[in-house]
């Protein structure tokens, strides 16, 4: 966890309003969490942090690409982030994390750390099947696409006709429907 030092904000110093913090991230951030499904990560963030008496609210926005592989062809390919979470940071008794976007912080706290909210907010910004343009667009030329076409089953076209024919006894049924 040595990377997320650098994403603890010391908010006891600052003056009441708004502050801007900006991250980049690669890939060592996730590996501190021991996240190992990207090939690699170019993640631009923007903390933005509106210090009031009571509380603080946190705006968090991230832009930039993480290099995963294809759930169809395994092959690599950058897929565009752009998240964006709000959380709000209040003053209790003791720390309290339960609430998503809540964070409770205990009284004389002077600095908080945002890493464990970074992370949360990249993956979930990622698409659970991860496909690659090129398999969406057909302009990827990959041995794997050749192979799992070869492997589709072929629909024939008497399968087609049998469908199309519905049980005579369906049909007496429906014409006790109609003939009310």
């Known amino acids: 966890m040595k990377q997320t030092k650098a994403f603890y904000i010391p908010f006891a110093g600052l003056k009441l309003g708004k502050h801007t913090f900006e991250y980049n991230v690669d890939n060592k951030f996730f590996e501190s969490f021991g996240y190992q499904e990207f090939n690699d990560a170019d993640i631009a963030i923007t903390a933005e942090l509106n210090k009031m008496n009571t509380m603080m609210e946190f705006q968090f926005d991230a832009k930039g690409t993480v290099n995963v592989n294809c759930d169809v062809t395994n092959e690599p390919f950058n897929q565009q982030i752009d998240a964006t979470m709000h959380l709000v940071v209040k003053f209790g008794e003791e720390f309290n994390d ?83």
């Open 98 to 180: 339960e609430d998503d976007e809540i964070l409770i912080l205990p009284h004389g706290e002077h600095q908080v750390n945002i890493a464990q909210y970074l992370y949360e907010m990249l993956v979930l910004a990622v698409p659970q099947k991860r496909v690659h343009p090129g398999v969406e667009d057909g302009t990827l030329d990959s041995p794997m696409l050749d192979k799992l076409e070869e492997l589709q089953p072929k629909i024939e076209e008497d399968t087609i006709k049998k469908e199309d024919n519905t049980d005579p006894r369906w049909d007496g049924l429906k014409k006790l429907l109609t003939d009310k």
